[in-house]
């Protein structure tokens, strides 16, 4: 059986993928510019293809006949045409439940950022602001206390559900927002609307579908609380970055963690690049521990392990 791995730097360079590459004829490249044409050309006689990011489209698809299976190194699956692979009986299987650890500890660093400001008061420090100064404790700005405040969370699959578990050891309030399938719940679901206007931090953890895509727009930000704080792990397509831009310039809301971008990396000529205290940008790394990427390889690895032996473990389409 011969793979194909598109981007195989995608999970870093200090990571072991040998154990992949002795369990199928496998050619790894570094990366792989989403053109289809090359990414066709680097598929050709491929039985099973792997990609973390790199496209995989209806286009791709019917021209490589000879792909049986393919493998995302990832958990999203928006990257691939998942409806047209299960119709010609190619299963998509993902990875699952790696990246839980590494995305909570973000995600709480995240609030933190914003709880404790303890940038700004380090820089209070080294300009010699709190040199001047005649107390012994400086009161701007304001700390706030996670006991008691309200964390909204969207999507509460895996890594939803560990976040509400930490954010409850600081004493926060939890909701749980509406889920956008017909699954049945095992929580207290609240709506949309309430958990905007109700909510003291909002943290995304839900896929990117035709529901989910541009969520948080102008409308959305105008119902939420004035001293709320989005944080984004998930999808940058989940948020209008230009309706988040104005909500965050005008004060509509208090600010906003983003770890994920409609464009990867991020443009020299974004808009995001600009230094803004109420902004904090990390380029999507939540999720990417040496620990959580190791894991990761662990259930690649058991994916195709079970293909091998004729079954289909994590498959989303079939």
């Avoid at 496998?26 to 510019?33: A, I, L």
């Avoid at 500890?105 to 420090?125: G, P, R, T």
């Avoid at 831009?245 to 409609?262: C, H, K, P, Q, T």
Wanted: hydrophobic share 40%; with cysteine.
């Amino acid at each position: 059986m011969k793979c194909v791995f598109l981007d195989c730097d995608t999970l870093g360079q200090d990571t072991d993928l040998s154990v992949i590459t002795e369990l199928m004829k496998t050619s790894c490249f570094n990366n792989t510019q989403k053109k289809n044409e090359i990414i066709i050309e680097r598929l050709q006689n491929a039985d099973a293809v792997i990609s973390n990011k790199v496209p995989i489209r209806q286009e791709v698809i019917e021209a490589c006949p000879q792909l049986k299976v393919i493998f995302t190194a990832a958990t999203g699956v928006d990257h691939i045409d998942t409806a047209f692979a299960a119709k010609r009986n190619i299963p998509v299987c993902n990875t699952r439940n790696y990246a839980g650890p590494s995305v909570v500890q973000h995600v709480m660093a995240s609030i933190l950022y914003f709880a404790n400001k303890q940038h700004e008061y380090n820089a209070s420090i080294t300009d010699r602001t709190w040199s001047q100064q005649e107390l012994f404790c400086l009161f701007t700005p304001a700390i706030t206390e996670l006991a008691g405040k309200t964390l909204g969370i969207i999507g509460y699959g895996n890594l939803g559900k560990q976040v509400a578990s930490v954010a409850k050891a600081f004493g926060m309030q939890i909701k749980v927002a509406e889920s956008f399938s017909n699954k049945q719940e095992d929580t207290d679901r609240f709506p949309l609307s309430e958990i905007l206007l109700t909510s003291d931090f909002i943290s995304l953890h839900c896929p990117l579908t035709e529901q989910t895509k541009y969520l948080f727009h102008k409308k959305t930000f105008e119902q939420m609380k004035s001293n709320a704080v989005l944080i984004n792990t998930a999808r940058g397509d989940i948020v209008d970055t230009n309706a988040l831009l104005e909500a965050l310039d005008s004060n509509l809301i208090a600010g906003a963690s983003l770890d994920v971008f409609n464009q990867e990396p991020l443009p020299l000529d974004s808009p995001l690049i600009k230094k803004r205290q109420n902004l904090l940008l990390t380029p999507h790394i939540a999720w990417a521990s040496y620990e959580a990427r190791t894991r990761l390889i662990g259930e690649l690895v058991a994916n195709i392990r079970a293909w091998l032996n004729n079954d289909i473990r994590n498959a989303v389409n079939i």
